[in-house]
């Protein structure tokens, strides 16, 4: 049945991942037959600090991981001061947003007090995909249908992620009927399903990232680098035992290769340490080519796995809490990752993470079953109306 569907994502300005898997989630709706649209929300209002203290707190299992990431931003802060030329580039919005009016279809701008208004143009609303649901102490829930008048299409969420360990306590009634309401849930990864389990008592469907269903191939080009390289895309702290006895390791088992670090304004902040190049101003089909033609690939992003998995790249991602990094922890547990995904160079080098890496072999059936079951789980969400 043909219908007029609203995507209700996170809005991006240069992340790659979450620009990607609204390419990804829209060209899918679409090549099922439906007409597609990105709802285009920019909030207008801001948590008070009460609020938003509880919702970073949400997001650790224990006060002794807070105190940690708390040590670690201080560190980074003054690492940050002796970067100032690190400073936003223009440029990157600019590639960013050019990329963005390509590939994807976007709505009016809307915001909190007219978003249902909007919303009633649609059939049925997906959310999601990405951590849509990660901020769960606001005082309006956009991303769980609190707005009026009451939206009256099909609600799904599709892929929707929360970074929390836990839902507020003074939001949880609204959250479990706000959930409650949905016509059919779908989640990420299994710490999201927990949080939905627990608070609402509905038992979501597990499903694959949006990019993992969408081919992306008319974006891949010919290599911006002819000879061979490491890929790095890091976003987070330097992994325990440091970056470059990683690369060293890398380039003992495959051979001295260039390092091509794709960094984002305060992020990778240690890439002069182990680069050979580095690159601030990538679009993200400059970032997908310069991973999908890359010789091994070290990170510690989630779509940094997915798009490392999707074109069957030997590589090795990271975490710096494990409370935190649960989408990389259901990663590995999801696609049999455990060589792979780690916490440390100790952990790396017990597992012999480098020279083992992926056996795409158990790997491919896995990404193939969960693609199947995302799948179904759109088709069978989205085939009647109301």
Not at 93 to 120: G, K, T
Not at 264 to 289: H, Q, V, Y
Not at 379 to 385: C, D, E, V, Y
């Amino acid at each position: 049945i043909f219908m007029k569907i609203g995507i209700l994502t996170l809005p991006y300005k240069s992340n790659y991942g979450g620009i990607l898997q609204c390419v990804a989630l829209q060209n899918v709706l679409a090549e099922e037959g439906h007409e597609v649209e990105v709802i285009r929300y920019v909030p207008r209002e801001h948590s008070g600090i009460l609020r938003r203290m509880v919702m970073v707190m949400s997001s650790f299992s224990s006060c002794r991981e807070f105190f940690c990431y708390i040590k670690d931003c201080y560190k980074t802060f003054y690492k940050k001061r002796r970067l100032q030329q690190q400073a936003p580039s223009s440029q990157l919005l600019s590639n960013c947003q050019e990329f963005i009016d390509e590939q994807i279809r976007y709505s009016p701008i809307v915001h909190e007090e007219n978003i249902a208004f909007l919303a009633s143009r649609y059939d049925a609303i997906v959310v999601g995909s990405d951590q849509v649901w990660t901020g769960l102490g606001q005082k309006q829930l956009i991303y769980l249908f609190d707005w009026s008048p009451a939206y009256e299409g099909l609600r799904v969420s599709y892929a929707a992620c929360s970074a929390n360990a836990h839902v507020p306590r003074f939001a949880t009634s609204k959250i479990k009927r706000k959930l409650q309401q949905f016509d059919a849930l779908s989640v990420r990864d299994e710490n999201t399903c927990r949080l939905v389990r627990q608070c609402s008592g509905v038992w979501p469907s597990v499903v694959a990232d949006p990019t993992l269903l969408y081919d992306f191939g008319t974006l891949l080009k010919a290599p911006f680098v002819k000879e061979p390289y490491i890929f790095c895309y890091i976003l987070g702290g330097e992994i325990q035992g440091g970056h470059k006895q990683v690369i060293d390791e890398i380039k003992k088992e495959y051979g001295d290769m260039p390092v091509v670090a794709v960094a984002l304004p305060d992020c990778t902040l240690e890439a002069g340490d182990f680069a050979d190049r580095i690159i601030t101003d990538a679009s993200p089909g400059m970032w997908l080519n310069l991973l999908a033609h890359s010789a091994f690939v070290y990170t510690d992003s989630f779509h940094g796995c997915i798009f490392s998995i999707k074109y069957q790249k030997k590589f090795l991602a990271y975490y710096t809490y494990a409370q935190r990094a649960s989408r990389l922890m259901d990663l590995k547990k999801r696609y049999a990752l455990n060589h792979i995904v780690v916490e440390s160079v100790a952990e790396m080098l017990t597992n012999e993470s480098i020279r083992k890496n992926a056996d795409y072999s158990v790997i491919n059936p896995l990404v193939k079953k969960y693609q199947t079951e995302s799948f179904d789980f759109l088709r069978t969400s989205l085939h009647t109306l109301k």
